[in-house]
């Protein structure tokens, strides 16, 4: 199995990365939002405008989960 994010071979401690260094590169990216999928739904666009002239984030309307 190689790294995601570089090739190289995988390392048993940083598993499925091969360093620390690509497995903070990968979490940076989650938390950038480069893994987002971009909704179509016209319903989610109305919801994050919406938000928006309220300040708020769209998933501050979403229940709780738990």
Do not use: Q
């Not at 909704?39 to 309307?61: F, I, M, Q």
């Amino acid at each position: 199995m190689s790294c995601p994010i570089c090739e190289k071979e995988t390392n048993a401690k940083y598993r499925p990365f091969c360093s620390k260094h690509c497995a903070d590169l990968d979490l940076a990216r989650w938390f950038k939002g480069s893994y987002s999928v971009p909704s179509t739904d016209p319903e989610d666009v109305e919801k994050a405008l919406d938000a928006l002239e309220r300040g708020a984030t769209p998933e501050d309307d979403e229940p709780t989960r738990h």
